[in-house]
């Protein structure tokens, strides 16, 4: 039979395949709008409109000869196999054309209509924290839901009772042993989302956490709510924060609580964690939070069948390539159909641009290998991007502009290049011999990564695994230099074993870092008895301002005279030693040593070379050549250039060509320091001092005896308890700003907002650059929350000791009767807490003139900047040991000056007490006169401070100054070497 005319929600929801709370929010949204009947305001949905939104789900189907039909539900009965056909037909389309629709996200999946932008939802898998956390795992409470909809027995909850125990004997107290945060995670992305988002055809935009929350509050309330998120569990951003000062709950907000969150890939969705945080002060009133739910929603987005064909057309069959590798795409540009033969016909492509994006941001057309190759129907273009340009290693995007039926879709594939290396010592190996691996990371802009978790798996000629390296069990180190530019005598990671068995052995590097994960392979022989070997040892990157020497170790098993040729690249500054010769061959130099070695021995080659001071780039030495032998691969060599940083006020923009990298440093004030220690960190937020307390004695001399009672003497002190010295703040006063490092090295620009540092010869030029006088007076700190805190003085509460029984000097009473002594075991209150005199919060300083760039401009000379190493020709060191800059922080001033000011240390002036309570108890008599102490006796006591250091937290930068470079030599040539 028919449907009615008017269906009801769950009539609606088995038709669509949604939840009722899908179609209840679709209601709100007016996506789909329902009908409201009866006293109870139920929804009703009007039979015509079900269909049609049917359709834009699943399409149409057709009788098989050109005619659309309804679907069994909303037709007269056929026969059952129509049902069945309709049935199957609807849940394919369903499936496999909606994509990710047969998975149930949150309590709404979104229709995907052509190319419309719809709702996405991501529950948590894991919450943990608080009373009953799993319940924050889904939101079920409305949008309309009040404070008293939301119980215990409903959502995660927490109160201010739970955290604090109030009245207690020890007094009022934060009970730690109950965790005051929830943590919701494991926000995982179906597998066939994942899928086709990294294919290109669905995506997801404006990401936000959706909140559900309960809040039970009361006026004069001081607790509080706070809510962050963090992609690497190590760095939280907050969200929000609420006071719990009155009732919330969905319905006082008007719906749920939406807070936008930075995501930079899909792949952070799976390590997001979002976290709500209770922080209560103790009180005898309760607050209370509920919380229903901490979700993930975003927008997504589905391209249209013609673009989706178009880009499920491209492939990149992989997306880490080596140094020596062209980085290819394929592009199927005809596919006839297997069908053509009853007219469906072929379906064409046609590709009219190719773009490349370097890591630097840099867009540019890119000329482009073609090589077609046809398979059964199919026939496919590969594009190679030819190795001359890709000298940076880094991401990089291909843009590939593809047109079918006349509609063109920009495809874009993302590709890393050259970002890692894994160089053998040697190329080839005999059985038993160690193999040595010399391994580099890169970032996706070419930086050198030493944090890296690296793994190498190799295998042997048989497929079987014959060595698993990894950092995590130590088989491959880390060097302790790995972040110091300067000549590099090691690898920045290494590992080795000894081959069996001769063969080609193939390697699977692996590193994971905070760019994502990135793998390449490579080989290396193994023979029984090769020729020649040539072990070498030197570096896998290359500060450009030093030489770096390079070793070769050639063993013979044959009798040779005659040339040892090794190959660097043409720009290349070479010192050859052994008496070797430097050569311009057609594009590269040649190392020539004329050696004679006989069979068994083994001879020691070697030079030095200077790159140029290019960044990022990557360059490759060898192959040696002996004779006619070969070694057979080349030895990759990453630039490790210096640096330049630039510091941005916390509400402007990065500018292309820097990157943000005010993580790394976040919380640290800058201070100068030698290349050999930059990035190092130092400082504390707070202090507190441990003082010697003295107390004065009561009185002088000796008590009488006799028989009577005992007293004690005027002249005792006591044993002391309870006393304590507050902590405080280190952090002088302060403004943040955020830190941006340039993207290849030191510019020769500096960019529209970027802030640098002067000194008064010749100073912040005239034009172009304001002076930055809100930053007088001010520390230079790191962050990325605008913040003009802290201060350059402080004090602290001196807490004091109470004075207790077991008292020093006991003496004997006499028998006379007269005013009443104290007791032996007599004690005596604190006294009153103290504040410690003023003491200095600023640690060494030099004040500087702290300009903003107007606009782009030329590096101004006099310009001082910070570097993560020597900047070299062009600029003069000032934090070097001696500077003006070693170990000094900077303070903002309208002048400089030079001279260091603050200390690194402080103490405070010695503090007396005021006067502590009486003696508790009192006994017997005594004569006046006599020795014993009054009843009525107090003491007081005095606090002597220790020196503490109260630098702040701390990282140490390069300062350098850009000079006039006329007459400066920068040859570093050396007496006595062959250098061409």
């Known amino acids: 039979m028919s449907l009615p005319k008017l269906l009801s929600l769950e009539q609606v929801s088995d038709i669509l395949g949604v939840h009722p709370n899908t179609l209840r929010n679709w209601d709100i949204k007016g996506k789909l709008k329902a009908i409201r009947v009866g006293t109870r305001r139920d929804r009703r949905y009007e039979r015509e409109q079900i269909e049609t939104t049917y359709y834009q789900l699943h399409g149409r189907l057709s009788d098989g000869v050109g005619r659309q039909v309804a679907p069994k539900i909303f037709s007269p009965p056929v026969a059952i196999f129509a049902l069945v056909h309709v049935v199957v037909m609807a849940l394919f389309f369903h499936v496999s054309a909606m994509g990710v629709h047969d998975t149930r996200v949150g309590q709404e999946q979104g229709i995907v209509l052509g190319t419309t932008t719809d709702l996405f939802r991501l529950e948590p898998t894991v919450c943990e924290g608080w009373t009953s956390a799993d319940r924050a795992k889904r939101i079920e409470a409305m949008v309309s839901s009040t404070i008293g909809d939301f119980t215990q027995g409903n959502a995660a909850s927490l109160s201010s009772v739970q955290l604090t125990q109030y009245g207690s004997e020890e007094g009022t107290t934060e009970l730690d042993a109950i965790p005051s945060e929830i943590l919701c995670g494991g926000y995982v992305l179906p597998e066939k989302f994942t899928a086709e988002s990294q294919k290109g055809v669905l995506s997801l935009s404006d990401i936000r956490v959706l909140i559900s929350l309960g809040i039970d509050g009361y006026a004069g309330s001081e607790d509080v709510l706070t809510f962050s998120y963090s992609i690497d569990g190590k760095r939280w951003i907050p969200i929000d924060s609420f006071g719990l000062i009155e009732d919330m709950s969905n319905a006082t907000h008007q719906g749920y609580w939406s807070f936008p969150i930075s995501v930079d890939s899909l792949s952070d969705i799976s390590s997001l964690q979002v976290k709500a945080s209770y922080n209560a002060v103790p009180s005898a009133e309760e607050s209370v939070a509920y919380l229903d739910g901490m979700i993930i929603e975003a927008n997504l987005e589905q391209l249209d069948e013609t673009s989706r064909e178009i880009v499920e057309s491209v492939e990149l069959p992989k997306t880490d390539f080596t140094s020596e590798e062209n980085p290819t795409v394929s592009v199927a540009v005809e596919e006839r159909s297997a069908l053509s033969f009853i007219g469906i016909g072929t379906t064409q492509r046609e590709v009219e641009g190719v773009t490349l994006t370097s890591p630097d941001g840099t867009k540019a057309d890119v000329e482009v290998g073609v090589q077609e190759k046809k398979e059964g129907g199919t026939t496919t273009l590969a594009y190679s991007v030819p190795q001359d340009q890709l000298t940076r290693p880094g991401q990089y995007t291909i843009s590939m502009n593809i047109t079918q039926d006349g509609e063109t879709e920009v495809v874009t594939k993302d590709f890393s290049w050259g970002v890692l290396a894994v160089n053998p010592n040697q190329s080839v190996y005999a059985p038993g ?75 699977e590097l692996t590193a994971t870092h905070t760019n994502g994960t990135h793998s390449i392979r490579d080989t290396f022989i193994v023979e029984e008895r090769p020729s020649f070997t040539v072990k070498r040892t030197g570096p896998t990157r290359v500060f450009p301002v030093l030489y770096q020497p390079m070793q070769l170790e050639v063993t013979a098993q044959e009798d040779f005279e005659g040339e040892i040729i090794e190959r660097v690249p043409a720009d290349f500054v070479i010192r050859a030693g052994n008496d070797g010769k430097v050569r311009q061959a057609d594009t590269e130099k040649e190392i020539v040593w004329n050696s004679t070695i006989s069979a068994g021995d083994t001879i020691t080659l070697g030079y030095e070379f200077k790159s140029p001071e290019k960044s990022p780039e990557l360059f490759h030495v060898g192959e040696v ?184 000097g006991l003496s004997v009473a006499t028998n006379n009767t007269a005013a009443s002594g104290s007791d032996i075991s007599h004690t005596h209150t604190a006294p009153t807490s103290s504040a410690t005199a003023s003491a200095t919060s600023l640690p060494p300083y030099i004040e500087v003139i702290v300009g903003k760039a107007d606009a782009n401009t030329s590096v101004p000379s006099g310009t001082i900047g910070l570097f993560d190493a020597d900047p070299g020709a062009g600029w003069d060191l000032r934090s070097d040991s001696g500077d003006h800059f070693y170990q000094q922080f900077a303070r903002g001033a309208a002048a400089y000056n030079s001279t260091s000011q603050g200390a690194s240390t402080h103490t405070h002036t010695g503090l007396t007490s005021g006067v502590s309570g009486a003696a508790a108890s009192a006994t017997g008599q005594s004569t006046a006169g006599s020795n014993s102490a009054g009843n009525a006796h107090t003491h007081t006591l005095t606090a002597n401070f220790d020196t503490i250091d109260h630098k702040p937290p701390y ?6 100054e850009k000079v006039d470079v006329t007459n400066i030599d920068i040859s570093g040539s050396i007496k006595g070497t062959n250098e061409s």
């Not at 793994?455 to 014959?466: F, K, N, R």
């Not at 080795?496 to 193939?506: C, E, I, L, N, R």
């Not at 009488?704 to 902590?727: C, I, V, Y």
């Not at 990282?955 to 350098?960: H, I, K, L, Q, T």
Request: aromatic fraction near 8%; proline fraction near 4%.
């Open 955 to 960: 990282v140490n930068f390069v300062y350098a």
């Open 433 to 507: 011999q160690d193999a040595t691996f010399s391994i580099g990371v890169l970032d996706d802009k070419g930086g050198i990564v030493c944090d890296a978790e690296v793994e190498l798996v190799v295998t042997d000629s048989t497929g079987a695994v014959a060595a698993h390296l990894s950092t995590k069990d130590g088989s491959i180190s880390v060097s302790d230099v790995c972040h110091i530019k300067d000549i590099y005598t090691e690898p920045d990671y290494t590992g080795s074993f000894s081959p069996k068995s001769a063969g080609t052995y193939q390697m």
């Open 625 to 808: 050549t002996i004779g006619d032998w070969h070694e057979g691969r080349k030895w990759q060599l990453a630039i490790d250039p210096t640096y330049m940083h630039l510091l941005l006020d916390t509400g402007d923009s990065t500018p292309t060509g820097w990157t943000d990298v005010t993580a790394t440093y976040t919380d640290k004030f800058i201070r100068g320091e030698t290349a050999a220690n930059f990035g190092a960190t130092g400082g504390g937020a707070t202090h507190t001092h441990s003082p010697v307390i003295t107390q004065n004695l009561a009185s002088t001399g000796k008590a009488q005896s006799g028989s009577a009672n005992w007293r004690t003497a005027k002249s005792h002190d006591h044993a002391l308890s309870g006393e304590s010295t507050s902590s405080e703040n280190n952090l002088p006063a302060y403004r943040n700003f955020k830190i941006i490092k340039n993207d290849t090295g030191i510019p020769a620009t500096i960019p529209q907002n970027g802030i640098a540092l002067f000194d008064d010869n010749p100073g912040m030029p005239g034009s172009g650059w304001t002076r930055q006088s809100s930053q007088d007076s001010k520390m230079i700190r790191i962050d990325s929350v605008a913040e003009t805190l802290g201060s350059d003085t402080h004090t602290h509460t001196q807490t004091w000791s109470t004075l207790d029984a077991d008292a020093e």
